[in-house]
Each structure stands twice: as C-alpha cells, then as structure tokens.
C-alpha cells in the first residue's frame, strides 16, 4: 500500500535556485584551462548531482592531486563570483513554494557553506532554515541513498512517505534508492531521458509541482 506523502525532499542546485548551468559553464572553462576538455553534456553527465569530493576524485584520477587541487580552489572562486553576479531562483518556484502546504527539507549535494550563499541569494534561505541537510553530513553521496535517508531520519518521516524533487540521474537514483518517490525536474539541463525510472514523475514547469504531489497524495 502507498503511504500518504508527509514531507516533499528538496535538491538545491537546479531546482530551487538556477545554479547549474553556472557551475556546468564554470567546469567547461576549467576543463579548457587546465587539461581536460569537457563539453557541457559531459560536465553534466560526469559533475551535475554529485559533491565536491565526488568531482574532485574524478579530476584526480584524470589530472593528478595538485590539478584538482587548483580546479576545485578555481572553481570555489569563479562559481561564488558568478553566482552573485546572476543567480535567480528557478522558474515557477517561488510559486510552487507558495502553493506548497506540506512540510519541507533541502537535501544536497553542495556544502552547507555553498548553501548558505545561494539560498542566501535567492531569497530562500529562511525559507528552509534548520531544516537543510548537506552531503557532508553523510559517508555516501548521491546516487547512494544516505543524504535522503538522513533527511528523513531528521525531519522524522518514514522514507516512503517522502518525496524527492530532483533533477539529476544520481539524484534519481538516490531517492529511489531510499525507497522513495520522486519528481524529476526536466526544465534544467538534465535531459528526461535521463531522469526517467521507476517510481519518478517528470516534468518540466515548477508551477506544476503541487498539483502533481497533490495528484499523488
């Protein structure tokens, strides 16, 4: 039997603010930079959705420790320095938050300190105060399910009546992982097809999303 929904598992990067695609042509021109050229479907399909040490052990194994040393420094830099410049939430949010009358978390991939300076920017900070998890906190990043059973854990909600809203594979992953359900964000870079499994709703707008939890309640 499926339980009713009681907390609905916000991503950060790509679904509440529109950081992706910053960070997607930050990692571009780092990978031109420094010796590893990358498009941005592979930034995606390599980087989106996953931690800084998950990133960081990928340019160490392609450049060697002292490069993803510089990369990762490069890109703390670049990426704060555009993201005051430009950052907005994403489209529809506010109004998908609004409409939103279930309880609600944040739980990413991105630091906490990173958090605080893009949430901070958007406006969207206090929205979400005390109830923000980091895959910091956790021994396995996405796609493995820790982080989101964490939030659950936190947040005192038996994983499956959580929802997860994604817009990465390894985010995807993860929730169904944990046993949960998921709605993936298709309006970012992340391409569908990517995001398409068991257990997950696509879509496209944010205004849409409470009316597709609701359809789901």
């Known amino acids: 039997m499926i339980k009713p929904i009681e907390l609905v598992i916000f991503d950060c990067d790509g679904v509440l603010v529109d950081s992706e695609r910053i960070a997607a042509r930050v990692q571009v021109a780092l990978g031109a930079q420094l010796g590893w050229p990358l498009t941005e479907e592979e930034v995606v399909d390599r980087f989106i959705g ?116 994604e817009d990465s594979r390894p985010g995807v992953r993860a929730a169904r992982a944990a046993g949960m359900r998921s709605f993936g964000y298709a309006g970012g870079l992340t391409p569908a097809e990517r995001l398409e499994g068991r257990d997950t709703t696509i879509f496209y707008d944010m205004r849409e999303l409470p009316t597709l939890i609701a359809g789901r309640r």
């Open 50 to 165: 996953r931690s800084h040490a998950a990133i960081r052990e990928q340019v160490a194994a392609q450049l060697g420790e002292d490069t993803a040393a510089t990369w990762s420094e490069r890109f703390e830099q670049l990426h704060r320095e555009a993201v005051d410049a430009e950052l907005a939430p994403v489209d529809g949010l506010p109004e998908a938050l609004d409409a939103l009358t279930l309880p609600t978390c944040v739980a990413s991939s991105g630091t906490h300190d990173k958090m605080r300076h893009t949430l901070g920017r958007t406006g969207l900070y206090e929205h979400f105060a005390g109830r923000i998890y980091s895959a910091t906190e956790v021994s396995h990043g996405k796609p493995a399910p820790d982080l989101f059973l964490h939030a659950a854990r936190q947040m005192g909600v038996d994983p499956a009546a959580c929802v997860v809203v």
